[in-house]
C-alpha cells in the first residue's frame, strides 16, 4: 500500500511526538545544571561510582535530569551526564541517532569520566531512551565490565505501539520514512525492528552489573508499559503504583517525580530508604 507525502507526515508527526521528540526540541535550551560534569569531583568511600545519566529521545542532559541531577549531587554522588546522537534538529536534541551509534558515544563518555575520576567502574542512570542505550552498551560493546549499577526509568526494551501508530507505521513499511527525517532511533523502536530482535534475544541482561527498571502503568509513551521490564537472575522490575499508590506519573513525567528519584537512590545504595508521596504529573 503505497503512502504518499502528505499521508505519511500525518503519521510521522504524531509519532514523533508521541516519543517526546517535538517536546523535546521546543524546550531543548536548558542550562547545564550546577555541580554536575565536574571532573575534578573525586568518588567518596560510600559512594565509590561516579553516576552516568542518560537522557530520553529528543530530550538532553541538562533538560532531561534538571531534578534528578542535583538531587543525586546532593547525596553525595559524583554526577556526569552527556548529549547523544544529535542529529538535524542542532546539538541540544539528542537520541536521534541509530541507538548502535549512540551506545558507543556513552562508552566514550564512561570511559572519560573514569579516566577523570579514576574509579573503575561507574553507575548508569537513565530515561526512556537511555534505558534503551546502555542496555545496548552492557550487552555488545563491553560495557558489563565498567557499570555496577543500571536503573532504567520509563524503560523501554521492546519497543512501543504508541496507541497503535507504530503498529500501524509497521505495516506500511515506514522504518525507512522514520528514519529518513532524522530520526533513525525511531525506526529502531518500531516493534520487531532488526535492533530490538538483537537486543532481545537471549535476554537484555548479562552477567555482572545490577538492573533495575522503573516503569509507571500510566506510561502512555511507551505501551505497553511492559515493554520496561524483563526477568533475569540480577534484575529488579519496579512497578511504581505497586509500591506508591498515589503516584500518577506518565512516561515524562518520572523525570521529576520525587518516587522515581527514591527508587533511583535506593537502587544504587540500598541503605537509603524509599519513601513514597502522592505525585500527580498530566503529561504523557
Known amino acids: 500500500m503505497p503512502c504518499h507525502g502528505g499521508s505519511m507526515r500525518k503519521l510521522l508527526i504524531p509519532l514523533l511526538a508521541a516519543v517526546g521528540l517535538l517536546a523535546g526540541a521546543a524546550t531543548a535550551g536548558a542550562a547545564p545544571t550546577s555541580g554536575v560534569n565536574d571532573y575534578s569531583c573525586t568518588p567518596s568511600a560510600q559512594h565509590p561510582e561516579p553516576v552516568v545519566l542518560v537522557h530520553g529521545l529528543g530530550a538532553n542532559g541538562p533538560l532531561n535530569f534538571a531534578t534528578l541531577a542535583p538531587t543525586l549531587a546532593g547525596h553525595g554522588y559524583c554526577v556526569f551526564y552527556l548529549t547523544y546522537g544529535t542529529g538535524i534538529l542542532g546539538p541540544t536534541v539528542g537520541g536521534l541517532k541509530p541507538m548502535e551509534d549512540s551506545a558507543a558515544e556513552l562508552g566514550a563518555f564512561v570511559d572519560r569520566v573514569r579516566a577523570a575520576t579514576g574509579a573503575a567502574k561507574v553507575d548508569i542512570v537513565g530515561h526512556s531512551e537511555g534505558s534503551t542505550v546502555p542496555a545496548y552498551y552492557l550487552k555488545f560493546l563491553g560495557g558489563a565490565a565498567k557499570v555496577t549499577h543500571f536503573v532504567g526509568f520509563g524503560a523501554n526494551y521492546a519497543g512501543t505501539s504508541l496507541d497503535g501508530l507504530a503498529t500501524l507505521a509497521t505495516l506500511l513499511h515506514l522504518g525507512p520514512a522514520l528514519a529518513g527525517v532524522g530520526c533513525a532511533s525511531c525506526a529502531e523502536y518500531l516493534p520487531g525492528s532488526e535492533f530490538l530482535t538483537r537486543l532481545d534475544a537471549g535476554g537484555v541482561a548479562v552477567p555482572g552489573p545490577t538492573y533495575t527498571n522503573i516503569v509507571s502503568k500510566y506510561d502512555t509513551v511507551v505501551t505497553p508499559y511492559t515493554s520496561g521490564v524483563f526477568t533475569a537472575p540480577n534484575a529488579t522490575n519496579i512497578v511504581l ?44
Do not use: I, K, M, Y
Not at 528519584?261 to 541503605?271: G, I, T
Open 241 to 284: 503504583q505497586d509500591h506508591c499508590s498515589l503516584d500518577f506519573t506518565g512516561h515524562l513525567g518520572q523525570a521529576v517525580d520525587p518516587n522515581v528519584a527514591s527508587f533511583v537512590l535506593n537502587a544504587l545504595d540500598p541503605s537509603s530508604p524509599v519513601r513514597c508521596q502522592p505525585f500527580f504529573d498530566p503529561g504523557a
